[in-house]
Nanobody
Framework: QVRLVESGGGLVQPGGSLRLSCAAS????????MGWYRQAPGKQRELVAT???????NYADSVKGRFTISRDNAKNTVYLQMNSLKPEDTSVYYC???????????WGKGTLVTVSS
């Protein structure tokens, strides 16, 4: 099993910044892609950003130019730097890890990000 633990969420004013972290532990072998998803009240979960082991990144149009995903393979950790935050970014952010073997997906419990003045 893979354990994912998110941290870094909290309350921030519009235009501010937050940095989310996700540490992976357990059976971390064969993790190919890690990413961040978010889910606001009454809405379905949506992709925010992903990054492969090779460093290729993908972003939702709504966060391009504002968010940056990165990873530290030595620490088995993925980060999401969020700048120029908007109220509509308010959501629970979930860390995801994908394994190609058996096409397995693992999820963290989520961390709440609230953007409000």
């Amino acid at each position: 099993q893979v354990r994912l633990v998110e941290s870094g969420g909290g309350l921030v004013q519009p235009g501010g910044s937050l940095r989310l972290s996700c540490a992976a532990s357990g059976s971390i072998f064969s993790i190919n892609t890690m990413g961040w998803y978010r889910q606001a009240p009454g809405k379905q979960r949506e992709l925010v950003a992903t990054i492969t082991n090779g460093g290729s990144t993908n972003y939702a149009d709504s966060v391009k130019g504002r968010f940056t995903i990165s990873r530290d393979n030595a620490k088995n950790t993925v980060y999401l730097q969020m700048n120029s935050l908007k109220p509509e970014d308010t959501s629970v952010y979930y860390c995801n890890a994908h394994k190609t073997i058996r096409a397995m997906d693992y999820w963290g419990k989520g961390t709440l990000v609230t953007v409000s003045s």
